[in-house]
């Protein structure tokens, strides 16, 4: 049977199988050339700029390349799975260069301002205070306060950590708070 005269070029899907089962070169040169052009404009249209979207473009179509023998013309097909490829690249990229930019005026950054010598001596007294009022607490429910007051600790965490039932955690807490409470003579 003579040869056909008209052969019907491959279509991506195929030229990526054929990547991934033989590392056929004219195959990632076909694809080369339908796609890169495309998923640059893509990346440049979601604010990649010039260079970097040609920077970008290389490494998608690397990745193309080397992860060829994984694509699955089953799941998707060969536009679906480049763009895929390209998107999470874009996104892995803003995640490593994201800068966050801060006003040096904003309040919120100012230093605590300098505390009065008197405000610093009222301070030091309530604290002693309050390590006088947890002496006073029972065993247990000391340690659950330490845990999370001083070690910043989540209930859930203390828990695990030594064995107990969350709520039993959680109750615990709420009887030393409202002990302290009653010791400091806070009435809230």
């Known amino acids: 049977m003579p040869e056909p005269l008209f052969r019907p070029s491959p279509s ?63 799941q998707a097909n060969a536009a679906t799975w480049i763009f895929t490829i390209a998107r999470n690249k874009r996104i892995d990229k803003f995640r490593r260069e994201r800068h966050l930019d801060f006003d040096v005026d904003d309040p919120t950054l100012a230093p605590e301002p300098e505390h ?3 405000h610093r001596l009222e301070s030091a007294q309530e604290a002693r205070k309050l390590g006088e009022a947890i002496t006073t607490l029972p065993e247990e429910q000391a340690s659950l306060l330490k845990l999370a007051f001083y070690e910043g600790k989540s ?13 039993t955690v959680k109750s615990r807490l709420r009887l030393a708070l409202a002990r302290l409470r009653t010791y400091l003579g806070d009435d809230r």
């Open 116 to 118: 009065l010598p008197d």
């Open 155 to 167: 209930h859930s965490v203390i828990a695990a950590e030594v064995g107990l039932p969350l709520g």
């Open 12 to 74: 991506f899907e195929e030229l990526i199988v054929a990547v991934g089962a033989r590392q056929d070169r004219s195959a990632f040169a076909a694809l080369f050339a339908h796609f890169a052009p495309r998923v640059k404009a893509y990346l440049v249209r979601t604010g990649s700029d010039s260079s970097g979207a040609d920077e970008l473009t290389q490494e998608v179509m690397l990745l193309v390349w080397r992860k060829a023998e994984r694509y699955d013309p089953a």
